[in-house]
């Protein structure tokens, strides 16, 4: 992710930039990264089309478990959601690229949003 342009937040920009090699779908956790919120996800499959290789994540449940308000110190316990919306990302040197499927093509197109896998994050900024 790009900062000042595909995210606001120099933390989710930082982020962005973190991996792990090994990835169990169904259990390895992951964070989608938005201008400056973060969201639960857990990898739920990878594939390769074409040359790329790709990483399908789900947003998970975050419960938020702190009484601290509208706060930046958040605290959350997380749980699947196997009816949770999915996302795709190309797998690239840079990082994760998020894309979607043009419907008539099938082909995948870019669009924004990041992704950092290893580990599950929420955040809410209550700035916006």
């Not at 779908?25 to 938005?34: K, Q």
């Not at 959601?81 to 690239?92: D, L, Q, S, V």
Request: with cysteine; aromatic share 12%.
């Amino acid at each position: 992710m790009k900062l000042g342009t595909q995210t606001g937040s120099l933390f989710n920009h930082i982020m962005s930039n973190n991996t792990i090699k090994e990835i169990v779908p169904g259990v390895t956790g992951a964070t989608l990264l938005s201008w400056s919120d973060r969201h639960a996800a857990t990898v739920i499959e990878t594939f390769k089309k074409g040359k790329y290789d790709y990483i399908v994540v789900q947003q998970d449940i975050a419960t938020r478990v702190d009484n601290l308000g509208m706060s930046d110190a958040q605290s959350y316990t997380y749980e699947r959601n196997p009816e949770g919306p999915t996302y795709t990302f190309r797998i690239t040197e840079k990082g994760f690229q998020g894309v979607y499927a043009n419907p008539e093509t099938g082909r995948f197109l870019k669009c924004g949003g990041g992704l950092t896998v290893g580990q599950r994050a929420e955040y809410y900024d209550f700035s916006f």
